[in-house]
């Protein structure tokens, strides 16, 4: 074990119970903004940004999270570490609930974010060492500047050139191995990687992509990818879930999916994947229309009003996440798997 290795690991978070166990688990996690109008400020309407989550991230895996712009991805990671304040759910912790034996600031120490826009993320008049150990330091960590070195040398930053620059002096991808050693600064268990490489170059965006590949075997870290990019989740994760409209539509081991996607949606996003080959180049929209607005979500399957298998049943009753037979571990919500669902091509049709 290196000595960065040493100093950074979660001594303060011991680990509890086995491998097998699950670091998170999310149960009926449930938000709703209110959509406020008039004089008064009254609530008018109410966006139904996450609606009954639940999923399990086990130690060490990564969790890709996909699916359109407001599908509530990124709402449901910023309720995860309570940037956003549910409504409504659970959130179970490496065996401790949120509220119960697990406080905010335990949590906050636990799970660590890495953002998008790798600018807006770092306070301009603080140098790179002092972004770095600014976490570690309001936690009372022991040597939050020697720990701040350790990191940047690991994320590849050579201390003696970058710790006293700003973050305007350094390129994008240099500021994103910043945000990542600041968030590896606080000793995370679980990192969550919110569009983390989707602002960088393809080249420097690989190059990233390996950093935190080897991060998660160095220093046993478990991540929650959240990418609109199916061939980046596809490279980091080890199971990917899909969202559709606040709601989780098919999670499953990513080669699972990867080779037969169950829900149509989920097949839609794989059909708009752009492909090198002309022989292979998408000729019609695989998905037509916009997304139904959160405010007021279709009835049923929300993907009925896009869905060209949709049936009166659709529209009727919300599917079931349910588990695909012979398929352990793959999870879709669709009456066209569920042979009791009363749909007419229920457990007939293949959507490959
Ligand atoms: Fe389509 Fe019906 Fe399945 Fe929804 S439940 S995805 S509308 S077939």
Redesign the pocket.
């Known amino acids: 074990m290196s000595a960065t290795e040493t100093m950074i690991l979660p001594e303060n978070l011991p680990s509890k119970g086995g491998p097998a166990q699950a670091l998170l688990t999310v149960k009926n996690l449930r938000k709703y903004f209110p959509v406020r109008g008039g004089i008064l400020g009254r609530t008018r309407a109410m966006v139904q940004a996450v609606d009954g989550v639940s999923f399990s991230v086990k130690k060490g895996e990564t969790l890709g999270i996909v699916g359109e712009s407001g599908c509530g991805k990124s709402t449901t990671a910023r309720l995860l570490i309570g940037l956003t304040e549910k409504d409504d759910g659970e959130i179970i912790f490496d065996g401790q609930g949120l509220g119960d034996a697990l406080t905010l600031r335990d949590l906050r120490r636990g799970v660590q974010m890495v953002f998008q826009d790798s600018y807006a993320s770092l306070n301009p008049r603080l140098t790179i060492e002092e972004s770095i150990a600014f976490g570690a330091r309001v936690q009372g960590l022991d040597d939050p500047i020697g720990r701040a070195h350790g990191l940047m040398a690991r994320v590849g930053l050579d201390p003696a050139r970058f710790a006293q620059r700003y973050p305007h002096e350094v390129s994008g991808g240099q500021r994103q191995r910043i945000n990542i050693a600041r968030a590896l600064a606080m000793s995370p268990r679980l990192v969550i990687l919110d569009e983390a490489v989707s602002a960088l170059d393809k080249s420097v965006e690989a190059q990233v992509l390996n950093l935190l590949a080897d991060l998660r075997e160095e220093f046993g870290l478990t991540y929650i990818f959240i990418s609109h990019d199916l061939n980046v989740v596809r490279y980091i994760s080890d199971r990917i879930l899909v969202m559709y409209l606040g709601e989780v539509?098919e999670v499953g081991p990513v080669d699972a999916i990867w080779s037969q996607q169950a829900?149509?949606?989920t097949r839609s996003l794989f059909s708009a994947m752009p492909s090198m080959d002309p022989d292979n180049r998408t000729k019609t929209p695989p998905l037509s229309g916009d997304p139904p607005n959160p405010i007021n979500p279709p009835s049923?399957?929300?993907?009925?009003t896009?869905?060209?298998?949709?049936?009166i049943?659709?529209?009727a009753r919300?599917?079931q996440l349910l588990e695909l037979p012979g398929a352990p571990g793959h999870f879709?919500?669709?009456?066209?798997?569920d042979l009791g669902?009363g749909?007419p091509?229920a457990g007939k049709?293949s959507l490959g």
């Open positions: 539509v829900h149509p949606y049923g399957c929300r993907f009925h896009r869905c060209r298998f949709a049936d049943v659709c529209k919300a599917p879709a919500a669709c009456h066209l798997h669902s749909h091509k049709e």
